[in-house]
């Protein structure tokens, strides 16, 4: 984890697989916000997804460690990579902070996520416990008024606008599945290649 005083960002996802939609928004968000690292969280198990992952979890991580070696301001974090048992995201939380109490801590999550929060486990804890942060693409559809005003009694949120990138995991799941064609405007190089190599979501 890093060290004193720092600003961490953290972002989590099943990253099944990581494209550019994962990538842009968060550098976006780093250089708004000034955080010195955003640590990236691969859920082995995520606790939202009964059916589980199309890749296996080691595999996942391996793509996000690809994906962001052009860039040493993101990082991969082994924090929710448990493969026996879901990570739930306070727990994460809580191991930041106790790990770097003097970091000041940011959970970057999307408008969809951020209008779930209720759902998520001890979500007055997590509001409490972390500045949100959520990227919102232009146009995008709001965020719930019940949710933002629970959220600004406790840490509050900032709200990112970032350059609209339309690709999603499981679209990129369909091109590959059916040979179609995937391009660098999609997801990092590396990353299709990896996914060639090891026959990934045929």
């Not at 902070?97 to 804890?125: M, Q, Y």
Request: glycine fraction near 8%.
């Amino acid at each position: 984890m890093s060290g004193t005083g720092a600003r961490i960002g953290l972002f989590g996802g099943s990253f099944d697989p990581i494209h550019n939609g994962h990538i842009r928004p968060v550098l976006a968000a780093r250089e708004s916000l000034g955080l010195d690292v955003v640590h990236y969280l691969p859920t082995a198990r995520p606790p939202h997804k009964p059916r589980g992952t199309r890749a296996p979890a080691l595999r996942r991580n391996t793509m996000v460690e690809l994906a962001l070696m052009p860039f040493p301001e993101l990082i991969v974090s082994d924090a929710e990579l448990d493969l026996r048992r879901s990570v739930y995201t306070i727990e994460t939380v809580e191991r930041y902070a106790t790990e770097s109490p003097d970091a000041e801590l940011h959970l970057l999550l999307g408008v969809d996520s951020f209008n779930e929060l209720p759902g998520w486990r001890r979500f007055d804890d997590l509001i409490e416990a972390v500045k949100l942060v959520v990227l919102a693409r232009p146009g995008e559809r709001g965020l719930d008024p019940g949710v933002r005003s629970s959220v600004e009694r406790a840490r509050g949120y900032v709200l990112v606008r970032h350059r609209s990138v339309d690709v999603s995991s499981s679209d990129i799941r369909r091109r590959l599945a059916q040979g179609a064609d995937v391009n660098a405007d999609l997801m990092p190089d590396p990353v299709l290649r990896y996914c060639r190599k090891y026959g990934l979501y045929r």
